[in-house]
């Protein structure tokens, strides 16, 4: 059984930062790309980062990429999400996804792509 548990979301005052985790069950995880996307209420789902199989590449929306990195730890089987200077317009339920890609250093930014999906962490950024 495929599991992605995501953990360390939180509220947190506007500038300061968030590590968030995915713990990865159920699959091989070295065989998927990685993302992270995110849903704030009355909102469509909205692609954050990814990370290819191997860590090699990263993708980011354009919006956060001077704040954010993902990485990933392939012998821990989870994937994170580092957040600095929060802003208010980044509260809202982030999600850990897998997408299986035959080549290492792809990467998926749609949400269609991807095949498992964990529960969300909530992340709120206090004005």
């Known amino acids: 059984q495929v599991q992605l548990v995501e953990s360390g979301g939180g509220l947190v005052q506007v500038g300061g930062s968030l590590r968030l985790s995915c713990a990865a069950s159920g699959l091989t995880f070295s065989m998927y790309g990685m993302g992270w996307f995110r849903q704030a209420p009355g909102k469509e789902r909205e692609f954050v980062a990814a990370?290819?199989?191997?860590?090699?590449?990263?993708y980011y929306v354009d919006s956060m990429k001077e704040r954010i990195t993902i990485s990933r730890d392939n012998a821990k089987n989870t994937v994170y999400l580092q957040m600095n200077s929060l802003k208010p317009e980044d509260t809202a339920v982030y999600y850990c996804?897998?997408?299986?890609?035959?080549?290492?250093?792809?990467?998926?930014?749609?949400?269609?792509?991807?095949?498992?999906w964990g529960q969300g962490t909530q992340v709120t950024v206090s004005s």
């Open positions: 996804a897998a997408v299986f890609l035959a080549f290492v250093q792809a990467v998926g930014i749609t949400p269609n792509e991807y095949r498992y």
């Open positions: 990370i290819s199989r191997s860590g090699g590449n990263t």
